[in-house]
């Protein structure tokens, strides 16, 4: 139980960072 929960943890930022970076590359590429 806790391992699936470390794991969801784990995919829940991975992707987070990723969507900051390309919302980041998307205002860098609007300006």
Known sequence: ???????????IRRI???LKEHF???KSGKQ
Request: proline share 0%; hydrophobic share 65%; net charge neutral.
């Open 16 to 18: 987070f960072i990723e």
């Open 1 to 11: 139980m806790c391992s699936i929960l470390l794991i969801v943890n784990f995919f």
């Open 24 to 26: 980041k590359l998307y």
